[in-house]
């Protein structure tokens, strides 16, 4: 039996081949196509990962929401894309296909047609186009039945981003950026600013590689280690990943060498390295404004104050705040409630602005910035006293050379709440000024904190300024300033139940004008001494010395000091149950306080007023003297007077008969106190409980 095979023609054939005969013509044969694996491109989920549980929450609900895309903002090591990457590993189905792209690049940011070629690729097309609207339009087709997660990594231009956006409702994309990529609003995206671990998390997570018995052997040393890192996750891990490897290593020499201005340690390298390349992007102006903001002594700046350091225009210091905020090198101050934004800068990025602050400008350069802004914080403060307490402004006529600035608030309630604002800057600013040389800038700012002192009573504060501008003063030989400063200093001494002390500075002060021959400033001891006396329980001692302070005044023609020392001495007739002579000595005094336009010492001899009417039975009069004298302290945010006129209308309250409202007085009274008087807070406390 013959047999043969022939195969003729055209034929292309590959693979495994069976012929049956005879096969004749173009027969193309080729082998089936090799399936494809799903995607599952994410980058391996680390396993060091702590909390971010109020951070996941916000990522469910921007998806339940209806979100197709979310943008996670942060420094570099904050842990965006760990974060990214365990919540769309966790969200997704085993068979969705998952996408990623690196989009930073090393000689710019990534183009968006070398991201689709290969995610193109692995949906099994092999030639994708090579135009970008192409490129794009087919991923769209591809993605518009498929749902995909996709994560775009380290974004640096918000027009990065469209084009690798899938189709369809069901995708979900996660970007990740340095940068605020406030455009990708218009795509509808949802922001997510990621900040730094809190402390107990970032002890816990460097516990992953020490274990616990080391951090509780330690527990100082790894607190100051973790805010070393900046309580941020990578130098953390990295951190922890060197002492897991010294086991005999202790945690305050990690911390010690972490911490210090020149170290070169992987954990805060890392946190030099992206900083570095976020300031390189900078413009020069912006790099300037970087490294300025380091040596400014304040917690939060805002363009009125930048534009007044760095020397620019207004508009021009707002818009580089806002590129160095984009860039997530300041933190926008979200509770401020003034006019224009705050920002604020993380301590890690404030290291490493100081660090090149150092090293670009000069020390006269940067001492001379640092003395712009305290001549700025001196006109402003300056402009709060004016308008909050004019009669304290009687000691100048005019601000030292440069110590000039617009107005940033035109009414009481703005004045008050930018000198609370900067209440925390003052002690850190003041040394800067007295290091710079600038003492006459020293005392006249704590003068102009003036209204902030006497309405808000933040004694250790009040104190400690007072005795730096002391000094100061001193140190200019300006004779009536150091008797002001005395004077003030005195009066915050007294007020936090320090009456010996107080005595001493107001002898001092009685004194100091008894030389110069000033009868106002001799005055004002005597009424400071007689007041001590009188809050010490000696009526009998005070006396004579309120005496001696109506006299000088009266020889002077100083009327308001004349009714201010009536009304201690009207406090006294009080006491002594002298009613009807108290009242007289409060009427005379809040006439002449009114007439001369001091509102808020006329209010206290009103409340005063207001409160003997109540003892003497004319209790409808009195409880509207009172609640007058409430509604100006009220506005003038005095504490301490907003706190006593309130007891002295729950007291009047209690005498009508209206038990809920007197209550009511009583504990707003002792909220008001809980920080300053806290032994009277309580005490009120149990007039609120009744009983």
């Known amino acids: 039996m013959t047999t043969s095979n022939e195969i003729s023609g055209r034929a292309h054939l590959s693979g495994l081949v069976v012929q049956a005969r005879d096969i004749h013509g173009g027969l193309h044969h080729h082998a089936a196509p090799q399936p494809l694996p799903t995607p599952h491109q994410l980058p391996r989920l680390t396993p060091h990962f702590v909390n971010r549980t109020a951070e996941t929450s916000s990522l469910d609900e921007a998806r339940q929401a209806g979100s197709c895309l979310v943008v996670i903002t942060g420094l570099v090591g904050v842990g965006k894309t760990a974060l990214a990457t365990r919540w769309l590993s966790s969200t997704a189905e085993a068979d969705r296909p998952e996408l990623y792209a690196e989009l930073s690049g090393q000689a710019g940011p990534g183009r968006p047609e070398d991201v689709l070629q290969p995610w193109l690729r692995a949906f099994g097309i092999d030639r994708p186009p090579a ?12 993605t518009a039945a498929r749902p995909v997660s996709v994560l775009l990594d380290n974004v640096r231009e918000a027009d990065q981003v469209p084009p690798l956006l899938p189709a369809g409702t069901t995708n979900m994309t996660v970007v990740t950026s340095r940068r605020l990529l406030w455009e990708l609003a218009v795509d509808g995206a949802a922001t997510l600013p990621l ?4 402390p107990d998390s970032s002890i816990a997570l460097l516990a992953r590689f020490t274990g616990e018995e080391r951090i509780a052997a330690e527990p100082e040393a790894a607190a100051l280690l973790a805010n070393g890192c900046a309580h941020l996750p990578l130098p953390l891990v990295l951190a922890g ?5 010294r086991p005999e290593r202790g945690l305050a020499a990690a911390a010690a060498v972490l911490v210090h201005p020149h170290s070169e340690d992987t954990a805060r390298m890392a946190i030099s390295a992206g900083l570095t390349e976020t300031y390189d992007s900078l413009g020069a102006a912006g790099q300037y404004v970087y490294r300025s903001l380091a040596l400014l002594p304040v917690g939060a700046v805002d363009p009125d104050m930048v534009s007044a350091a760095c020397r620019l225009e207004r508009d021009d210091a707002e818009r580089l705040l806002d590129v160095l905020a984009d860039e997530q090198l300041l933190t926008p101050c979200t509770s401020y409630v003034g006019p224009g934004p705050r920002y604020r800068m993380a301590a890690a990025v404030h290291d490493h602005a100081l660090a090149l602050a150092q090293r670009v400008d000069g020390a ?4 001379r910035l640092v003395g712009r802004l305290c001549e700025w ?6 402009q709060a006293q004016r308008l909050l307490t004019p009669a304290q402004a009687t000691l100048r006529n005019q601000l030292p050379d440069r110590a000039d600035a617009p107005p940033i608030f035109h009414d009481s309630r703005g004045a008050m709440t930018w000198l609370e604002e900067h209440e925390s800057d003052l002690p850190a600013v003041l040394e800067a000024a007295v290091a710079g040389g600038a003492d006459e800038v020293t005392w006249m700012l704590v003068d102009a904190f003036w209204p902030l002192f ?3 009573h933040p004694y250790a504060l009040w104190i400690q300024a007072h005795e730096v501008a002391v000094a100061a003063a001193r140190r200019t030989g300006n004779s009536a300033a150091v008797r002001q400063m005395l004077l003030s200093g005195a009066i915050g001494l007294s007020s936090a139940g320090r009456l010996e002390d ?9 004194q100091a004008a008894q030389a110069d021959g000033d009868v106002r400033d001799e005055g004002q001891a005597l009424l400071g001494i007689g007041a001590c006396h009188h809050d010490g329980g000696r009526p009998s001692q005070a006396e004579p010395y309120l005496t001696q302070a109506v006299a000088v005044w009266t020889s002077c023609g100083y009327r308001r000091g004349v009714a201010l020392a009536t009304v201690l001495v009207g406090e006294i007739s009080l006491a002594r149950g002298e009613q009807a002579e108290a009242l007289d000595r409060f009427a005379a005094a809040h006439s002449v306080l009114a007439g001369i336009g001091d509102s808020y010492d006329a209010a206290r001899a009103l409340a005063l007023q207001g409160h003997t009417r109540v003892l003497l039975g004319d209790l409808d009069a009195g409880v509207t003297e009172l609640q007058g004298a409430l509604a100006v302290f009220a506005a003038a945010s005095s504490t301490r007077w907003q706190a006593r006129t309130l007891e002295l209308l729950g007291g009047a309250y209690q005498r009508r008969g209206s038990e809920h409202s007197a209550l009511d007085c009583f504990r707003q009274a002792a909220e008001l106190l809980e920080v300053i008087r806290p032994e009277e807070a309580e005490r009120l406390r149990r007039l609120e409980n009744g009983p």
């Open 131 to 142: 135009g970008l609207r192409e490129l794009s339009a087919l991923w769209r087709s591809v």
């Open 195 to 198: 900040g730094p671990l809190a």
């Open 241 to 245: 990943a060197r002492l897991k490897s």
């Open 364 to 367: 006269d350069e940067r001492q």
């Open 377 to 382: 914080m001196l006109a402003i403060a300056t």
């Open 454 to 456: 006497l309405r808000r």
């Open 502 to 510: 107080a005595l001493t500075q107001y002898g001092e002060a009685r």
